[in-house]
């Protein structure tokens, strides 16, 4: 069974960091892609950064390029986004999925498991 658990969120003011971590389980963790997406209030949910790990390559969303980073460790199968100049607009409920194809997207729909949400809160 494929689980993906996130973790890592918490409250913190504007401009400071955070580290999420997304274990994962249940898969051959070299064979797929890696996403995180977030859902913000009445919005819907958008890609934030995902990680291929057949060649590491990693894909961001712009609204997070140079303040995101999104990596792994294969030993541990966990994936982790270090969130850096955080601000209130990134205040949102935080989610892993994995996409088996392994070729890596930013589209929601492209993935195929997810897990369940850490929320993030930004304050001003």
């Known amino acids: 069974e494929v689980q993906l658990q996130a973790s890592g969120g918490g409250l913190v003011q504007a401009g400071g960091s955070l580290r999420l971590s997304c274990a994962t389980s249940g898969f051959t963790f070299d064979d797929y892609a890696i996403g995180w997406f977030r859902q913000a209030p009445g919005k819907e949910r958008e890609g934030v950064a995902c990680?291929?790990?057949?060649?590491?390559?990693?894909y961001y969303a712009d609204f997070v390029k140079g303040r995101f980073t999104i990596s792994s460790d294969n030993a541990k199968n966990t994936v982790y986004l270090q969130m850096s100049s955080l601000k209130p607009e990134d205040t949102a409920l935080y989610f892993c999925?994995?996409?088996?194809?392994?070729?890596?997207?930013?589209?929601?729909?492209?993935?195929?498991?997810w897990g369940r949400g850490t929320l993030v809160t930004v304050s001003s």
């Open positions: 999925a994995a996409e088996h194809r392994g070729i890596g997207s930013l589209v929601r729909h492209e993935y195929d498991d």
């Open positions: 990680i291929v790990h057949d060649d590491g390559s990693t």
